[in-house]
């Protein structure tokens, strides 16, 4: 079964800190996707980024990165000088291919951060 | 612009009554998915629909029902609502780009106390 795992319940740092988030996934499909998703205060889902399981390469983003790693199954987030508007819950998801021809997507249970001044 | 609406974003009803939780999106999307969110359990995938009337169950489906009469509308229904369906409920949709994995966009949330 498809699993995902986000071990950071919390994490706390100060404004202009480095962080990194980890996200651990498990899965038997040969082509899937990674995700990272932005859940501020206000409860609506932002998508973040969508990677591809053959597409190894680091992305930059602004503040933002992220580290695909297929060899230990980890796509680690990354935000760099951290912002008080940054702090949210931060959820890492990975697709399931269904037997119907449709994917849907397992999420972790998501990594709370909280960035103070 | 990506357009996820839910009808509530808070709701109080009582032990037993039907509740109806709306989505509506206006992407033209296939998909559409019923989440719920707890606190430590993450996102659980209720039931999700690929096209209209047709839908299949998630991880979580006891206690719900979905009807999708049209495209760009998916509710999730309650038929005897119980105390521990008190939860947030998300809806997301995506459009069919390749099937291993498209992105889900979410609406806004219905936060539902169920007394």
């Known amino acids: 079964a498809q699993k995902v795992t986000q071990a950071q319940t919390e994490i706390s740092v100060v404004e202009k800190e480095d962080v990194t988030l980890d996200c651990v996934y498990e899965t038997r499909d040969t082509t899937y996707y990674l995700f990272w998703y932005k859940q501020p205060p206000s409860g609506e889902l932002v998508f973040l980024i969508r990677r591809n399981s053959f597409d190894e390469q680091n992305e930059i983003s602004g503040r933002y990165s992220w580290n695909f790693q297929k060899s230990t199954s980890s796509f680690n987030f990354t935000i760099t000088a951290s912002q008080v508007v940054d702090s949210a819950v931060y959820f890492c998801a990975l697709s399931e291919f269904k037997d119907s021809g449709y994917s849907t997507l397992t999420f972790g249970k998501g990594t709370m951060l909280l960035v103070s001044p | 612009d990506v357009k996820v609406t839910q009808s509530s974003r808070y709701l109080v009803k009582r032990t037993g009554e039907k509740v109806f939780l709306e989505c509506v999106q206006d992407?033209?999307?296939?998909?559409m998915f019923w989440y719920r969110q707890d606190p430590g359990l993450g996102l659980r995938l209720i039931y999700f629909s690929y096209d209209v009337k047709m839908k299949e169950k998630g991880d979580i489906p006891e206690g719900y029902s979905v009807s999708r009469e049209k495209k760009e509308r998916f509710s999730l229904i309650l038929e005897s609502a119980s105390t521990n369906q008190t939860s947030m409920y998300l809806c997301a949709s995506s459009r069919v780009r390749d099937r291993r994995g498209d992105t889900q966009y979410f609406g806004p949330g219905t936060r539902l106390t169920v007394l």
């Open positions: 992407m033209d999307h296939e998909n």
